[in-house]
Nanobody
Framework: QVQLVESGGGLVQAGGSLRLSCAAS????????MGWFRQAQGKEREFIAA????????YYTDSVKGRFTISRDNAKNTVYLQMNSLKPEDTAVYYC??????????????????????WGQGTQVTVSS
């Protein structure tokens, strides 16, 4: 059974850092695309970053470029989102997502939430000013 479990959220001051983790289990992920999304209260779900498990170039939304870094540890079946220089507008529930058997190539549709087959439960990130 495929499962994604997020951790690492919490409350942090503006300018601080957090590292989110997404532990994946239930099958091999060598052909998977992993993504991070967030959803602020009253807002639509927003793409943050994506990475191929096999080592493709990461993608980022413009608002987090230079501040957030997506990475993976294949041995641990874990994907990370390192978040630096956090701002109050980063406050949201952050979700890990997986496209386990991609039909579209990695470079297409990575920012579309409808692409992803599995989702974690979400972890709250709150940034205070």
């Amino acid at each position: 059974q495929v499962q994604l479990v997020e951790s690492g959220g919490g409350l942090v001051q503006a300018g601080g850092s957090l590292r989110l983790s997404c532990a994946a289990s239930g099958r091999t992920f060598s052909n998977s695309i992993m993504g991070w999304f967030r959803q602020a209260q009253g807002k639509e779900r927003e793409f943050i970053a994506a990475i191929s498990w096999s080592g493709g170039t990461p993608y980022y939304t413009d608002s987090v470029k230079g501040r957030f870094t997506i990475s993976r540890d294949n041995a641990k079946n874990t994907v990370y989102l390192q978040m630096n220089s956090l701002k109050p507008e980063d406050t949201a529930v952050y979700y890990c997502a997986a496209d386990l058997d991609p039909i579209s190539p990695y470079r297409y549709y990575v920012n579309q939430h409808r692409r992803y087959d599995y989702w974690g439960q979400g972890t709250q990130v709150t940034v205070s000013s």
